[in-house]
């Protein structure tokens, strides 16, 4: 193979991912995907922090806040690449969704973490049109299929059991395989003003942190 050949190829290859990357970029702008949201118990932030986030059952996680009953049907394979749903961190467009309404006794301690939309393009990441634990939900690895979510009921202000099956279309997930890299957090979110100062305390301000109710129930 030539030299100019394979800078050709390189350059092709650039070509080809920068593209897709601007036609992704476009595709997000226009469903209104500014970030993705991970939560999780207050007592997990410190090595969420420190070493990222781990897919579930990870030997840094404090306190589960997931729900044990759906747990096991994340157990199963999903049918893309027929892994373990458990071997994805998990994210959502909308964090305010059933998984948040079952933990609304201790919503005081749970924090929403906020990353960068680029994950949903990470090497074998996945997303889904609903709680990825439901029978009834599709998984696609194209990104053309952010076409087919119910975006009106990921992100009605109004509450979305007005829709067909909106309780599982709500929850919505970008599943990225087994780690994330504290680099994609760009803040803390909360709901008062108590559990920020925790936060605070625990990122030594190097998060910004943010207190909005309208995140909770």
């Known amino acids: 193979m030539s030299i100019l050949y394979f800078i050709i190829l ?3 290859l650039y070509d ?3 593209k897709m990357e601007n036609d992704s970029n476009k595709l997000l702008n226009i469903h209104g995907v500014d970030y993705l949201f991970h939560m999780t118990h207050i007592d997990n932030l410190q090595s969420i922090l420190d070493q990222g986030l781990y897919a579930h059952n990870n030997k840094y996680q404090k306190v589960d806040i997931s729900d ?3 747990n096991s049907r994340r157990s199963r394979e999903e049918p893309i690449y027929h892994k373990s749903i458990h071997s994805y961190v998990p994210f959502y467009f909308n964090p305010k ?3 948040l309404s079952k933990r609304r006794s201790i919503q ?3 924090v929403i973490l906020i990353l960068k939309r680029e994950l949903i393009l990470s090497k074998g990441a996945l997303f ?3 709680n990825a634990s439901s029978d009834a939900t599709e998984f696609s690895s194209d990104i053309k299929d952010l076409n087919k979510l119910d975006w009106e009921c990921i992100y009605t202000p109004r509450y979305y059991s007005g829709y067909h099956d909106g309780g599982r279309k709500r929850m919505a997930e970008v599943l990225v395989p087994d780690y994330v890299d504290p680099k994609y957090i760009e803040g803390i979110i909360c709901n008062n003003n108590n559990t920020k ?3 605070d305390s625990i990122s030594d301000g190097k998060y910004e942190s943010l207190v909005h109710t309208n995140y909770y129930f």
Do not use: A
Request: aromatic letters at 0%.
């Open 128 to 130: 889904t049109d609903g």
């Open 16 to 18: 080809g991912n920068l």
């Open 197 to 199: 100062s925790k936060i």
């Open 10 to 12: 390189l350059t092709n």
């Open 108 to 110: 005081d301690d749970i």
């Open 68 to 70: 044990c009953e759906v």
């Open 97 to 99: 969704n059933n998984m």
